[in-house]
């Protein structure tokens, strides 16, 4: 007798999701900043509970838990989802729409927003969960489905290994997860290889020597120092990395003085910068320290610069085999299905569950764009108008959005449990 193919099997076991749209509106109106996920995560180990086959661990690395569901004998599967927010006030006018604001970790209070889809991400996960429960039947081995805090900063997947994570719960033979993109929604993208880029930031601060803003002469003006600094960072990946090397350098912030008269005694950079070899960002954060060491020699600055690492996002690189056997399963069902997706500097700490023990992954890029909206943007030529994440417009379609992301990770985590 012929197998059913994963394809059939959900297409006759597909669940209601109307119950999810709900709760995904739920999410996206009360967000919550990075390592202040309470309600959240509460409300994830709640609805988990009502499947009555978990074993859930909470409070992993801040308010990260995971579920466990013992299954029968066969491979570990981790799915994972992120579930914090951003500090960016909403406008898009949605009838769920944020207006939520918090306190942020240095005390301020912020306007908070699902700008980056993780709201998609939790909800796509609860309901596959459900979904792999609902045919328990015809698979056997064990399920993890793991919720992150604290993405955005780049520090969740870290904290939470930090904090025993694979002590907690059975330590997998594949992490699997999945991030909604600007693409067009139904659309789900994945490569072999590296997938999206290895991120960095830091704080530079430089010093000079304040004054009266009529007698230049007396000072050391750090806004003059840290202007040549910003001119000089543009020429290292235009002008020191291979053209046929991935590397984007950003100064994102520039910070110094008070008022129109007075000249600063420091000012502050924010660089982010992106790679993909290890090579590479060396070579990036070395050609930064000789820039600012250099202009501050120049300038006459007082005190040597200080550098101040603020996150770092690894590299996310898919295993070959894995990628390859998902991507026979995604070919057999998702219609607009694209194996050779290409890389994007988008960057995730996701890859740090599955690198700190030498775990077998895969990631792949789900569209959230509205289709109408998209086809019409490509054919005047203008998609790239179309708002992406961490934009305060950003706004995934709910359908068919959350029923391909449904369906990707259940045909992800079957390919590797399936009997």
Same mark, same amino acid.
């Given at each position: 007798m012929t197998q059913p193919t994963l394809s059939t099997i959900l297409t006759s076991s597909s669940i209601d999701l109307s119950p999810y749209e709900s709760l995904y509106k739920h999410f996206h109106a009360h967000p919550e900043l990075s390592r202040q996920e309470k309600s959240t995560s509460e409300t994830l180990a709640a609805h988990l509970t009502t499947l009555k086959?978990? @074993?859930?661990?909470? +409070?992993?690395?801040?308010?990260?838990?995971?579920?466990?569901?013992?299954?029968g004998e066969?491979?570990?599967?981790?799915?994972?989802?992120?579930? @914090?927010?951003?500090?960016?006030?909403?406008?898009?006018?949605l009838p769920y729409a944020s207006t939520v604001t918090m306190r942020d970790s240095e005390g301020i209070d912020k306007p908070v927003m699902h700008a980056c889809g993780h709201d998609m991400h939790i909800t796509c996960l609860l309901a596959a969960a459900e979904t792999l429960v609902k045919i328990r039947d015809v698979w056997s081995g064990t399920l993890?489905?793991?919720?992150?805090? *604290?993405?955005?900063?780049?520090?969740?997947?870290q904290a939470m290994v930090d904090d025993?994570?694979? *002590? /907690?719960?059975?330590?997998?033979?594949?992490?699997?997860?999945?991030?909604?993109?600007?693409?067009?929604?139904?659309?789900?993208?994945?490569?072999?290889?590296?997938?999206?880029?290895?991120?960095?930031?830091?704080?530079? !601060?430089?010093?000079? /020597?304040?004054?009266?803003?009529?007698? #230049?002469?007396?000072?050391?003006?750090?806004?003059?120092?840290?202007? +040549?600094?910003?001119?000089?960072?543009?020429?290292?990946?235009?002008?020191?990395?291979?053209?046929?090397e991935l590397a984007v350098l950003t100064v994102g912030s520039l910070q110094?003085?008070? !008022?129109?008269?007075?000249?600063?005694?420091?000012?502050?950079i924010g660089v982010d910068f992106r790679s993909v070899r290890v090579e590479v960002r060396e070579q990036i954060i070395q050609a930064i320290k000789r820039i600012v060491e250099a202009e501050c020699l120049a300038s006459?600055?007082? /005190?040597?610069?200080?550098?101040?690492?603020?996150?770092?996002?690894? #590299?996310?690189?898919? @295993?070959? @085999?894995?990628?390859?056997?998902?991507?026979?399963?995604?070919?057999? +069902?998702?219609d607009d299905f694209d194996d050779d997706v290409p890389r994007t500097n988008v960057a995730e700490d996701f890859s740090t569950l599955a690198t700190c023990r030498d775990i077998p992954s895969c990631f792949w890029l789900l569209g959230g764009m509205d289709?109408?909206?998209?086809d019409r943007a490509q054919v005047e030529g203008r998609t790239e108008e179309i708002p992406g994440n961490h934009s305060a417009l950003f706004a995934p379609v709910i359908q068919p959005t959350m029923r391909v992301g449904v369906d990707a990770l259940c045909l992800a985590a079957l390919t590797f449990l399936r009997k």
């Open positions: 086959v978990f @074993d859930i661990h909470t +409070h992993i690395g801040g308010y990260g838990l995971a579920g466990v569901f013992r299954n066969g491979n570990t599967v981790l799915l994972r989802a992120d579930m @914090d927010a951003l500090p960016v006030k909403e406008l898009i006018g993890i489905v793991l919720f992150q805090p *604290d993405e955005e900063r780049g520090g969740g997947a025993g994570l694979y *002590d /907690r719960i059975p330590v997998p033979d594949y992490v699997l997860g999945q991030h909604v993109m600007r693409m067009r929604a139904g659309k789900v993208g994945s490569r072999p290889g590296a997938i999206m880029a290895a991120a960095d930031s830091m704080k530079i !601060t430089v010093f000079g /020597r304040g004054g009266h803003g009529s007698q #230049p002469h007396q000072t050391v003006d750090p806004v003059v120092l840290a202007a +040549h600094i910003v001119i000089r960072l543009q020429g290292i990946v235009s002008r020191e990395v291979n053209p046929s110094a003085g008070q !008022t129109e008269n007075i000249i600063a005694d420091r000012a502050e006459g600055s007082p /005190r040597a610069p200080v550098f101040t690492p603020t996150r770092r996002f690894p #590299p996310t690189l898919n @295993d070959r @085999d894995v990628a390859a056997r998902v991507a026979a399963a995604f070919a057999s +069902h998702i289709p109408e909206l998209w």
